[in-house]
C-alpha cells in the first residue's frame, strides 16, 4: 500500500460530462502530481501541485482542470469528455521535489468515456 | 526529444534465471534521479528502485539492481531469479532537479515469466 488514495476506482461516463476524480496524498507529502496513461501516449505528466500551489503543467488539455485544497488532498476535473480522455489517471505523491524521492502512486482511477 | 527511452517492448524469461531491462536517458541537469516502477496487470504502479546521479554504487533492493553506466546513460534494471509474479509492465523514470521534480517515464517493458 503506497499510502495514496484514489477515488474512484472507475468511473464510466458518457461524451460531454464532466467528472471529478480525488486524491489523498500520503501523510506529510506536499507534494501532488496527476498522470493520465492511455495505450498510445503512455504515462503522461498533466499537473503538479505543491502544498496548494500549482508549480508546473504538463500535457493538460484546458476542459481539465486541477486543484490542492489547505488539507492537501487534490482533485482533477475533467469536462466536456470526449472518446480519447478514456485512460487511466494516476494522482502520485512526495514530501517534496527533491531528486531522490520517489513518486508514490494510488492505485488509480479508470475512466471510461462511452 | 525523447528523454527515457525503453527500446524492449517485451521480454520473455523463464522462471528463475536473470532478466535485464533496457533504460537510456538523455539529460543536461548533472542532478537527477532514475527510477524503476512495476506495473502489473491490476494496474498499480509500485517503486522498487532508485539511483541517483552521484551515486558511485549501483542501486539493489533484494532481487533488483540497477546496472547504472553514467557515461553511456543507461540505468538497466535486473532482475535476479525470476518470478512468476514478476510478470508484468516495467518502467524507467527520471527526475530532474531543473525540471520541478516531475517524473518523466519510459514507453515501458512488458516482462513475461515463463514457468
Known amino acids: 500500500d503506497s499510502g495514496v488514495t484514489q477515488t474512484p476506482k472507475h468511473l464510466i461516463t458518457a461524451t460531454g460530462q464532466r467528472v471529478t476524480l480525488r486524491c489523498s496524498p500520503r501523510?506529510?507529502?506536499?507534494?501532488v502530481y496527476w498522470y493520465q496513461q492511455s495505450l498510445d501516449q503512455g504515462l503522461q505528466f498533466l499537473i503538479y501541485?505543491?502544498?496548494?500551489?500549482?508549480?508546473a503543467k504538463g500535457n493538460i488539455l484546458e476542459r481539465f482542470s486541477a486543484q490542492q485544497f489547505p488539507d492537501l488532498h487534490s482533485e482533477l476535473n475533467l469536462s466536456s469528455l470526449e472518446l480519447g480522455d478514456s485512460a487511466l489517471y494516476f494522482c502520485?505523491?512526495?514530501?517534496?521535489?527533491?531528486?531522490?524521492?520517489?513518486?508514490?502512486f494510488g492505485n488509480g482511477t479508470r475512466l471510461t468515456v462511452t | 526529444a525523447q528523454k527515457i527511452t525503453q527500446t524492449q517492448p517485451g521480454m520473455f524469461v523463464q522462471e528463475k534465471e536473470a532478466v535485464t531491462l533496457d533504460c537510456t536517458y538523455d539529460t543536461s541537469d548533472p542532478s537527477y534521479g532514475l527510477f524503476w516502477y512495476k506495473q502489473p496487470s491490476s494496474g498499480e504502479m509500485i517503486f522498487l528502485i532508485y539511483?541517483?546521479?552521484?551515486?558511485?554504487q549501483n542501486a539493489t533492493e533484494g532481487r533488483y539492481s540497477l546496472n547504472f553506466q553514467k557515461a553511456r546513460k543507461s540505468a538497466n534494471l535486473v532482475i535476479s531469479a525470476s518470478q512468476l509474479g514478476d510478470s508484468a509492465m516495467y518502467f524507467c523514470a527520471m527526475r530532474e532537479r531543473s525540471n520541478t521534480g516531475k517524473l518523466i517515464f519510459g514507453q515501458g517493458t512488458t516482462l513475461q515469466v515463463k514457468p
Open positions: 501541485y505543491y502544498n496548494g500551489e500549482e508549480r
Open positions: 501523510s506529510g507529502d506536499l507534494s
Open positions: 502520485a505523491s512526495s514530501p517534496d521535489r527533491v531528486i531522490d524521492s520517489p513518486l508514490h
Open positions: 539511483q541517483g546521479s552521484y551515486d558511485q
